[in-house]
C-alpha cells in the first residue's frame, strides 16, 4: 500500500441537483488522457459513497500530490449559474465527514485538505480547513 499524507477533497463542478456518476466522471477523465477515474471515492447526492480508483493506486486528481493522497470528490459544487457554491446536502456532508473519519484511523497522521490549497481554483466549493480543523479520530 501507498504511503498516505493528505486526503484531497473535490467536488464536481456540476450544479445542485445534478446526478453524476463514477462512470461518468471516468468517461470525463478518460477524455483527458486519464487512465480512469482519478478520484478514490464519489460522494453521490444521497450520501453514498462509491469506490473509484483503488486505493492502493496513485489517483489523478491533484498534480504533484497523487502519489501520497486519496482523492475523496463530492457530487455538485456549482450553483445553477455555475459559480462556486457548497452545494453538499445534509447527507453528503455527513458522509463525507464519515469517509474522513474512517480514512484517518486507517492513515494516521493524513491531513485534510481542499483542492483549492494545491491549484488556483474554488474546488471544493468550501472552506475544507475550517470544517476539518478539529478532525480527529473521534466519529463524527
Not at 48 to 59: C, F, K
Not at 103 to 111: C, D, I, M, V, Y
Not at 114 to 136: N, R, T, Y
Request: glycine fraction near 10%; charge should be positive.
Amino acid at each position: 500500500m501507498r504511503k498516505i499524507t493528505k486526503i484531497i477533497i473535490h467536488c464536481s463542478a456540476t450544479p445542485a441537483g445534478r446526478k453524476v456518476t463514477v462512470a461518468d466522471i471516468d468517461r470525463w477523465h478518460r477524455a483527458r488522457g486519464f487512465n480512469g477515474i482519478g478520484y478514490h471515492y464519489l460522494i453521490d447526492l444521497e450520501g453514498n459513497v462509491h469506490p473509484g480508483r483503488p486505493l492502493d493506486l496513485a489517483g489523478a486528481h491533484c498534480s504533484g500530490h497523487n502519489a501520497h493522497s486519496i482523492g475523496i470528490c463530492y457530487v455538485g459544487g456549482c450553483n445553477a449559474a455555475m459559480q462556486p457554491a457548497d452545494t453538499r446536502t445534509p447527507a453528503q456532508k455527513h458522509a463525507l465527514r464519515a469517509l474522513v473519519h474512517t480514512l484517518l484511523q486507517r492513515f494516521p497522521g493524513a491531513t485534510v485538505h481542499g483542492h483549492h490549497e494545491f491549484a488556483a481554483k474554488a474546488c471544493p466549493s468550501f472552506d475544507v480547513s475550517a470544517e476539518f480543523a478539529h478532525q480527529s479520530l473521534k466519529p463524527p
